[in-house]
């Protein structure tokens, strides 16, 4: 009865320790990626592995029915990361102020495609990365609610 009730206490601890995330609609959802970040994923298919949408550390991020808006610093935006240790690289990272902004319109089909020339793999539902005004820009012509924001 004692190993039953200390069982059950550390389920109930972990349970309650657990970060849990919320469901942002239509199948998309934050998970941790391979680098502890939190990246945006949905399963495309019934049973298949879920594909990652938006893989760098996102910052901020805020949603509606319709659209899923992101601030992200994409761990590749250090300069010199190849020839840092990886204390050197993890400071630097903490300390960068890069950010690149996302939108993925939920209400679009989604569709893959591969630019042979960049070699950079898309979504059709998926915009960015911008630059602020750029996605500024791009809020605009989604006609993307204003009530929908990001924190500054």
Known sequence: M????FYFTILILLTIGC????????????????????????????????TIFIFGHILDYAFDSTFIIVAECPRDSIPGI???TQPEYQEAFEQSTFCQYWIINKKEKSEYSLDT???LA???????????????????????PQ??????
């Not at 005004?133 to 989604?142: G, S």
């Not at 009530?147 to 500054?152: A, I, N, Q, R, Y």
């Open 2 to 5: 004692i190993k039953f009730i």
């Open 19 to 50: 970060k849990r995330f919320p469901n942002l609609g239509n199948g998309y959802q934050l998970d941790y990626n391979g680098m502890n970040d939190i990246s945006i994923i949905k399963c495309l298919k019934e049973g298949d592995a879920p």
């Open 82 to 84: 190849k020839t840092m």
């Open 117 to 119: 020339l960049t070699k």
């Open 122 to 144: 898309r979504y059709s539902n998926v915009y960015g990365p911008f630059k602020k005004y750029e996605y500024l820009q791009k809020r605009v012509e989604l006609r993307i």
């Open 147 to 152: 009530e929908l924001v990001l924190k500054e």
